[in-house]
């Protein structure tokens, strides 16, 4: 996936490091989310590609659910019976 961008780009630049070995991606219990792409010393690709991907998801929700929000509301209209459809504040 993304790491071969790092690769093309002359390795992958390190932001910080968790200096707690607690938080080791080689130890338990993180060792359980390291399948999910967890380590202790996160690339500025990963994390950019992590909240770049956490923004689009929020923004595709909101955009869905604002989509809900105005079917809701017309069907609503339409079942009172009104001809015309009037600015639904929503």
Known sequence: GCHEFEEV?????????MPLPGWSHDKFPMVIVKPFGYN???????????WT????????HLLQ????KRAVAKAEVEAL????LAVVAV
């Open 9 to 17: 780009l002359g390795g992958e630049i390190t932001l910080f490091q």
């Open 65 to 68: 659910w604002y989509q809900a």
């Open 40 to 50: 202790d010393h996160p690339s500025l690709l990963q994390l950019t590609s992590f």
């Open 53 to 60: 991907f956490l923004v689009t998801l929020c923004l595709l």
């Open 81 to 84: 019976g009104v001809k015309t």
